[in-house]
């Protein structure tokens, strides 16, 4: 069984100022991590995935995502945010092969000019 | 990257008609295919996995003589929508998986379906 959640329904920040975003996440077989990033009406795009190589992994658009098994967290930052980067966040896990996902709720991110 | 399409991406009709969504992985094949119901303002739920040539496998509390699914090839997937009522209105995205790469998985653009 595996599960993931989201800390914080809506996270609001400036642009420039740095972006977290909360992902803890429990799966019975090592995981493989993902954070997806959905602007209205559109499908996901991926930013990155963690598949058991480099904790550290970086992603697209500036992000990156640190695993922390201690932890059980895959917490996604930015160092400095920009207004494109307002849309809804998902974090997801997958087991065995990865490929059937399951999802936190959702993180709708906003950046305040 | 490898590309998902999914058709159409609106569909609005009316309650009691049949819709069907297709979900077409463009430049690999896919042995299995999922499909994901989101509510507005809300997370992806799995409906079901479509597995190619075979039965699809449903998700507790979907019904599957709701939601047809049948996967013909390896690069389609196709969900019907039966007998439709504004209740089953939702965005629904398919993704896929290029055969034999775990871990990766690519997402449909969605459709967004509107029963009147």
């Known amino acids: 069984a595996q599960s993931v959640t989201q800390l914080g329904s809506h996270v609001s920040v400036s642009e420039g100022a740095l972006v977290l975003l909360r992902c803890n996440y429990s799966?019975?077989?090592?995981?493989?991590l993902f954070w997806y990033v959905q602007y209205p009406n559109q499908g996901l795009q991926l930013l990155l995935k963690?598949?058991?190589?480099?904790?550290l992994v970086k992603g697209i658009n500036g992000f990156e995502a640190e695993f922390k098994k201690s932890e059980t967290s895959f917490h996604l930052t930015k160092p400095s945010a920009h207004m494109s980067d307002a849309a809804e966040y998902f974090c997801?896990?997958?087991?065995?092969?990865?490929?059937?996902?399951?999802f936190g709720g959702g993180t709708r991110l906003m950046v305040k000019p | 990257g490898a590309v998902v399409s999914q058709h159409p991406s609106r569909v609005i009709c009316k309650s009691g008609t049949s819709v069907k969504i297709e979900c077409r992985s463009l430049?690999?094949?896919?042995?299995?295919m999922f499909w994901y119901r989101q509510f507005p303002k809300q997370s992806l739920m799995l409906m079901a996995t479509?597995?190619?040539?075979?039965?699809?496998?449903?998700e507790q509390g979907v019904e599957k003589d709701k939601f047809l699914i049948n996967h013909a090839s390896l690069t389609l997937s196709t969900l019907t929508v039966t007998s439709a009522h504004p209740e089953d209105s939702s965005f629904y995205i398919c993704?896929?998986?290029?055969?034999?790469?775990?871990?990766?998985?690519?997402f449909g653009e969605g459709s967004r379906l509107t029963v009147l």
């Open positions: 479509s597995n190619e040539g075979s039965k699809a496998t449903y």
């Open positions: 993704s896929a998986s290029p055969s034999g790469s775990p871990g990766e998985l690519f």
């Open positions: 997801a896990v997958g087991g065995n092969a990865g490929n059937m996902l399951t």
């Open positions: 963690y598949t058991s190589a480099a904790t």
């Open positions: 799966s019975s077989v090592p995981p493989y």
């Open positions: 430049d690999f094949q896919a042995t299995t």
